[in-house]
């Protein structure tokens, strides 16, 4: 009967680590499912059928699987999937998740492409291109906050994503031609850098101005010139560093 009690009370034991290993998992790998029904309301109320209508389903995918509230300041999570920017430090913002996902679309991303996006910010859109895209290179600015997005990136499992730090002005001209580039700072003018970095067929998505402000998309051609489009108007953070050089227009920015 004793040996039959201590049987009994191994498997008891072996079935309760059982269970806490289980746990451990289960929590360990919830990250990015935790919050996920805020994340379906935030696509559906925010994002669907909102302004300019945002359909890519590659695009709606993205912003349903990353975990927005991982990417901002502790104190700013409950406010994560709130329908507008949030402080991030350093004078910084991440865009309200509608401008994250119009600019995402805009650049029309395949499986197979390369990105650059300037101004990494919390890393969050970083995040976004890179479950749509190959391979994302991202560079910030203000050392803090791009080490602090490398790690964070690193911690969630975005492989796929390199950030550097620096000024995003030249771009990243040893990894171009890129397929499409996205700037999440304004610059009062285009960055010619960043045109020539394109590949034929490629898309510059940014906002330009100091004090307006308008999105464009700028499509590079076969013939090595540039169609484009301005998309809306909008307030972004300016782009520092060599930009800040650069004279402020009020008028569209011209092509090169």
């Not at 004793?2 to 034991?13: A, E, F, N, Q, Y």
């Not at 969630?156 to 031609?177: C, F, H, Q, S, T």
């Amino acid at each position: 009967m004793g040996k039959r009690r201590d049987s009994l009370r191994v498997v008891t034991i072996l079935l309760t680590l059982a269970v806490i290993a289980c746990s451990e998992a289960t929590l360990l790998h919830s990250g990015p499912q935790d919050r996920a029904v805020e994340r379906r309301r935030m696509v559906e109320e925010q994002i669907r059928g909102r302004g300019r209508d945002i359909s890519d389903p590659a695009v709606l995918a993205a912003m349903e699987q990353v975990p927005r509230h991982l990417f901002v300041p502790e104190g700013e999570r409950k406010n994560a999937y709130a329908d507008r920017p949030l402080p991030i430090g350093f004078g910084q913002t991440i865009s309200q998740p509608y401008i994250v996902a119009l600019m995402t679309e805009l650049l029309d991303l395949g499986p197979g492409d390369r990105v650059l996006e300037i101004g990494t910010g919390s890393g969050y859109q970083a995040a976004v291109l890179s479950r749509i895209a190959r391979e994302v290179y991202t560079i910030e600015i203000v050392k803090p906050l791009g080490e602090r997005a490398r790690r964070t990136l690193g911690r969630l499992g975005y492989d796929n994503v390199r950030v550097r730090i620096g000024d995003g002005y030249k771009g990243w001209p040893e990894k171009a031609p890129f397929d499409a580039i996205l700037v999440t700072a304004a610059p009062p003018t285009v960055p010619e850098p960043l045109l020539k970095q394109l590949k034929v067929g490629g898309k510059l998505v940014l906002p330009v101005g100091r004090v307006i402000q308008n999105l464009y998309v700028f499509t590079k051609r076969a013939d090595g010139g540039f169609d484009k489009k301005e998309v809306l108007p909008v307030l972004f953070v300016p782009m520092t560093g060599e930009a800040q050089k650069r004279r402020s227009s009020s008028d569209p920015p011209s092509l090169p």
